[in-house]
């Protein structure tokens, strides 16, 4: 499944941060591997489509997209030599899809920083050195063995050469997501060693409340990122909110200027990280999102639903979300001719409301 692993240091929020996320359980009954392990927690991409849709069919169930986040402990400077539990982070991150990095910025003296001064670069620095030294240590161990092949098969040639390349640009302290493109590093070659740094990174500021206002600052964390994607919060306040219904959260979040949880900005900005859209089905049952890659067919659209679908495909009926809502009925929809008939071909789009045809 769709996994964000969350990694930092200790001492800047993780925690605080997993547990607001994944405090919102209503995800759990519906997604089985919701409930497989403690340190992960499933919660819904906040979609206010599905509450329009659910509206217009008069649906029972609302089921947004799940997104899960994977909380990553362990991992602090010095593992890859051995430092805390070493590389014991190791097998949890190698499953997550994206790694997203928790970042202290906020000055609370009362929490001990474990490096003694809040330096969000230094930080980022020491997670990306852990993360390259584990990925340098991976290729070390596979290019013996990736030399021995290319010597007997002209077709491992490229995964060696990619290795090397690899190598070169780790050894110069830059993660493969952030510099392998440049180099001309063929990422798919590599992918048998799932590297760490490969995988697309975001990050997450923890500030003080008082300074998510202040745009020179959040500026500044941002640039240390660019061009990854940086969302920034208070974890505190973020904890808050949990337990509290939607007027009382909407008064607090007013409070401090914000027009909604920096966790659905989070979730969100994951999401678009990982390349993937929604398109949506509905009916008096449910309404629901479902999760494709950005530039999926109808069929394959149809096959996250159920492979049987994919396999049957005839066709797909298809109104964007944009033109349901305002005709305010399917009927209506239809009457205008904007509900279409699409064939095998069709590349989806974020919003589609669709009904697949297909043989069983
Ligand atoms: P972890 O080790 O990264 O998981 O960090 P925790 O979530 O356990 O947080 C460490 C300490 O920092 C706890 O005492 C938290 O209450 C506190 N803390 C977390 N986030 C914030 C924040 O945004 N502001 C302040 N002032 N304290 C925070």
Redesign the pocket.
């Known amino acids: 499944s769709l996994s964000i692993g969350i990694v ?11 547990n607001a996320l994944t405090s919102n359980d209503v995800l759990a009954a519906n997604y089985p591997f919701a409930t497989i392990e403690p340190n992960v927690g499933v919660v819904g991409l906040p979609d206010a489509r599905l509450d329009r849709l659910a509206e217009i069919h008069n649906s029972q169930k609302i089921l947004p997209a799940p997104v899960s986040f994977t909380d990553i402990a362990g991992l602090v400077k010095g593992a890859s030599k051995g430092q805390g539990r070493g590389n014991a982070f190791l097998a949890n991150i190698r499953d997550a899809s994206a790694i997203c990095q ?1 970042v202290r910025a ?1 000055s ?1 003296p ?2 001990v920083h474990v490096d003694g001064k809040v330096s969000p670069r230094d930080d980022i620095e020491t997670i990306n050195t852990e993360l390259i030294l584990a990925d340098l240590g991976t290729i070390e161990k596979a290019l013996t063995r990736l030399e021995k092949e290319a010597r007997v098969n002209k077709a491992r040639a490229g995964a060696l050469a990619n290795a090397k390349a690899a190598s070169e640009l780790l050894n110069n302290g830059t993660t493969l997501y952030g510099g392998a493109a440049k180099a001309g590093i063929d990422l798919d070659e590599l992918r048998e060693l799932h590297l760490l740094t490969a995988k697309p990174f975001l990050y997450v500021f ?3 409340e008082a300074e998510l206002g202040n745009a020179a600052f959040l500026d500044e964390l941002r640039a240390l990122v660019a061009p990854a994607e940086a969302v920034f919060m ?4 973020e904890s808050e909110l949990i337990g509290l219904d939607d007027a009382e959260k909407r008064e607090l979040l007013e409070g401090i200027g914000q027009d909604e949880p920096g966790l659905n900005q989070l979730i969100r900005v994951g999401f678009a990280t990982l390349g993937l859209q929604t398109y949506l089905t509905a009916g008096p049952k449910e309404s629901r999102a479902w999760t494709i890659p950005i530039g999926a067919t109808a069929p394959e659209a149809a096959g996250v639903i159920h492979s049987d679908f994919q396999r049957g495909f005839i066709k797909a009926e298809v109104v964007s979300f944009a033109d349901l809502d305002s005709y305010g009925t399917m009927a209506a929809a239809k009457a205008a001719g904007k509900v279409r008939i699409e064939g095998k071909e069709y590349v989806m789009a974020d919003g589609d409301v669709v009904e697949f045809r297909f043989n069983v």
């Not at 930092?8 to 997993?18: A, D, M, R």
């Not at 208070?234 to 306040?237: L, N, P, Q, R, V």
């Open positions: 930092g240091l200790p001492n800047v929020g993780k925690s605080t941060l997993f928790v906020f609370d009362n929490v923890n500030v003080d208070d974890a505190k306040i």
